[in-house]
């Protein structure tokens, strides 16, 4: 019998019909995982039938539309080489072929891309949001490994809807059809401004139609606007130094620079850039190079040294430092939204961020967890136990509440979170 998750439930809420569907739900799970009681508590519903028509407004050959997001998690067990993909709605996991020698998991809303001692994997999560501004469609569909896509050593991986951008740490860069990437295929890549050209020692991020290319200049202090066959179309006047680390928002593209974030927007055809800077002097060791936020969240969260989180407002251009004690990860929702501090003592606590001010603490994972990481959204939190074997969901709106405890069978070293 698949083993049943474990529900903590601190608060009395009266059944819903979503409950009951999640619980009719739990009785069909995969042989091998684990499934999990469910919480109710802001889960999406199931997934909604498709559409009639032949071809509607938003339709996507081979997957079904829904009405909510679609949130699915992409483990891997550095270990074992074991891969599987959980679905939050259904609670089921789909076991995926191994990997050995996994070192780093990234996603860019629906691919996982998984790196390994002799190549960068891509794995098709099955679910994903397409933003039109004005409105958002949300899809599902079958979950697949698809194959190798760049070397063992990509640093950096970015897409939009038609190209996926894989930087090595070197500075090589090759982009992929993303369209390709969708249909289960593995496209052979095209190297940025032709073989050999190393211009780009930092990421490179499609963005509106172009490519927004880092660390290219002599002295690596530029921002470079590309077409997508590498011409140089606008350099950005702002400088940035030493450029690390960068988030695509709303507003714009982020860069993590020496002196603070520079944030790249484009208006009409014409791109533009503006720095945020950190209003103080701050060590290299102290610096955001990382950064943590939810998809379409304009709340950035960085880790500040070991022992401090910078959260950066980028709707206000305003920087935050919260000195929480040693830090092993650290992430937040977005606006209005505590930041969630994981400690390496274990415990998880949610802050204030207007007035720096601790809200909730609760013991979570042993000391010395340091391959855990903090995966949010809307409503939950998710954070992984690779040694107990398990996933945890957060209510962060409710006093940091375990909601619904995911059991596996192999160790969640790493994970990432899709459908966003």
Known sequence: MTPRAILHNRTTTAPTALSCAVLVGAGLLLTGLVGCQNDSGGQPGPASKPRTSSAPHGYVEGAEETSEQQSRLVLADAGSGAVGVLDLISEDITPLRRIDGIRGLRADGRFAYLRADDATYAVDSGTWTVDHGDHVHYYRAGIRHVGPIGGPDAAHIHSDQTVTAVSSAQGDTELFDRKKLENGAV??????????????AGAVV?????LLVASTGAERETVEVRSRDGAVV????????QARGEAVTRRGVVFGCADGALLVSEDKGTFSALKIPYGRAVRADARAVDFRHRAGSTTLVA?????????????DRAWTRLETGPVVAANTAGEGAPLLVLGEDGALTSYDIATKKRVARTELLPKGAASAVIEIDSSRAYVN????????EIDYNDGLRLARTFPLDFAPTHMVETGR
Do not use: F, M, N, Q
């Open 385 to 392: 136990d690779a040694g107990a074997e398990k996933i945890y």
């Open 234 to 241: 606008a350099p950005i006047d702002e400088p940035c130094a």
């Open 206 to 210: 499609p963005y509106e139609e172009h």
């Open 303 to 315: 880790t500040s040294g070991d022992e401090a989180v910078w959260v950066l407002d980028v709707t």
């Open 187 to 200: 496209p052979r890549g095209r190297a940025l401004g032709g073989a050999g050209d190393r211009a780009a």
